[in-house]
């Protein structure tokens, strides 16, 4: 059974404006999907309607095999992970407060919180000090985890993210993504991920859903999209970004398991790269 | 000498300026109390209705601007002499600022902030009680201040329809040629409206520090 099932979800604002034009999805239990495509494709508004957020017009959508409309909407976002762009830490309240803030909703004893607190800034790569800061007092990147760890209170099976690394710098979000990655693998978890970066799509998705103007033009692993494009669109989207992408990562992959295994060393990796 | 007059005139009717005084904070503490639920309630219904609130808002800047001696004049052939008139004038005053602080401090609140509070799971009441009215505390706290300070004042106009407090030694002042009376009810006023805004302005710079951080940003009102 699909975590996440979308049937013909069609939304327009306004009159004029097709947001979303039929669009038909299952997500899998345990599934990393990246949603791409430019702004104003859809993805983050298809991320929306998952937790409610925005309402759709036609078509049926199923969480966790129940009808979208069949769930009462507090429930439904406290079961579901949420992390936006710009975080949206609550500033009054120390780090332990805004980690804890979902718990602290369905009443889960202060003891109970703090221990969850505890796991989960291991779990973020922040240190248990950090739980009595106020988010000012935390740079952007250590921002940006405790947005996660936020989001992975409730223990939640389905996690939303809406571009949550697109606001710190380069080596920082290179870090954070390969955190992330390893969190997904540990909890195995559902994770629908809205990104406009192929590098992060093709990196973090174990499937990548190339949207465009309100459809999908290709829903499939990064082999898939970058090597049998489904049409022209997917093939100049991916282009040789794409390619340089699934490159790199397979290289690097298959080079550093050889350094590990100290059948190579860094220099002859780095000659034969030349 | 003029002061040396007044103070021997505080020291000979200490009992009536001890009452009048008694008088005016009870006058100013039943307003400010009527003036921040009423503002506060009407300041969240106003966040939503957008609509409503364009109204209120409109409606509360008239009363504003219209002269204090013409209000009382009109509210005295309405609800007649005492307390209750000059309740209702000085509370439709004091509204003005604590509801446009209210709705503007809880409008305010940043669209993310409030994003992710409702994507998580707030309920509405978990909402404003957790989020909004938290963060939009330091500004509603400034609208309380300013609409304080401006009971008392108003307090002291208070006392020409009959409700008591330190206008009344203006108002004798006035009425028997005898200036120091004048001077000696509208210091009192002034102490007590300078001491009240020192104190709630301290208050506010601890609070803008606990919400906002070291130094704090200002909120325009």
Redesign the interface.
């Known amino acids: 059974m699909a975590v996440i099932e979308f049937q013909k979800v069609t939304k327009a604002y306004g009159d004029e404006v097709d947001v979303l034009r039929g669009l038909d999805l299952k997500v899998e239990k345990g599934e990393f999907l990246t949603l791409l495509g430019e702004s104003g494709c859809g993805k983050t508004t298809m991320l929306k309607i998952i ?1 409610r ?1 925005v309402s759709f017009d036609t078509g049926h959508v199923w969480i966790r095999g129940r009808k979208l409309s069949e769930w009462d909407i ?6 579901i992970g ?1 992390v ?9 309240m120390t780090v332990m407060n805004n980690v804890a ?2 718990l602290s ?1 369905q009443g889960i004893p202060k003891v109970k919180q703090r221990q969850r607190a505890e796991e989960l800034m291991e779990l973020v790569g922040l240190p248990q000090e950090f739980l009595r800061r ?1 988010p ?1 007092e935390l740079s952007g990147g250590q921002r940006q985890r405790v947005g996660v760890a ?2 992975l209170a409730a223990s939640p099976e389905i996690i939303l993210m809406d571009e949550p690394f697109g606001a710190v710098d380069e080596q920082t979000r290179n870090l954070l993504q390969d955190e992330l990655l390893n969190i997904h693998q540990q909890l195995q978890c559902t994770i629908i991920f809205v990104t406009h970066d192929i590098q992060e799509a093709v990196k973090l998705g174990t499937r990548i859903v190339l949207m465009n103007q309100g459809r999908i033009e290709q829903a499939g692993t990064k082999e898939e999209l970058i090597l049998r494009p489904a049409n022209d669109f997917v093939r100049r989207f991916m282009g040789t970004k794409g390619f340089m992408a699934l490159l790199d990562e397979k290289k690097m992959k298959h080079l550093y398991q050889q350094i590990l295994e100290e059948k190579i060393s860094m220099e002859e990796v780095y000659l034969r790269l030349k | 000498m003029l002061i040396s007059r007044i103070f021997v005139l505080y020291r000979e009717r200490s009992s009536f300026f001890v009452e009048l005084f008694i008088q005016h904070l009870h006058i100013t503490f039943l307003a400010v109390t009527l003036i921040t639920v009423i503002g506060l309630t009407v300041g969240i219904l106003m966040t939503r209705n957008r609509w409503l609130a364009g109204g209120i808002l409109r409606v509360t800047s008239f009363l504003f601007t219209i002269p204090s001696i013409a209000l009382f004049g009109v509210l005295v052939s309405l609800t007649g002499i005492g307390l209750k008139s000059a309740l209702i004038a000085i509370v439709l005053y004091g509204l003005l600022p604590m509801i446009r602080n209210t709705y503007t401090g809880l409008t305010e609140v940043d669209r993310e902030i409030v994003e992710a509070a409702v994507g998580m799971g707030s309920t509405p009441a978990q909402l404003l009680f957790r989020i909004q009215l938290p963060l939009a505390f330091p500004v509603i706290f400034s609208g309380f201040r300013t609409m304080v300070v401006m009971t008392i004042a108003l307090g002291g106009i208070a006392s020409f329809i009959g409700a008591g407090g330190m206008g009344r030694a203006i108002w004798r002042g006035i009425s028997t040629n005898f200036p120091e009376m004048t001077i000696a009810g509208s210091l009192l006023i002034a102490a007590l409206a300078i001491f009240t805004d020192y104190l709630l302005g301290m208050i506010e710079r601890l609070v803008r520090y606990r919400y906002l951080g070291e130094g704090g940003e200002k909120h325009e009102a």
Do not use: S
């Open positions: 937790n957020m507090v429930t439904l976002r406290r079961e949420y936006i762009q710009q975080i949206g830490l609550f500033p009054h803030y979902v909703l106020y000012r936020r989001a």
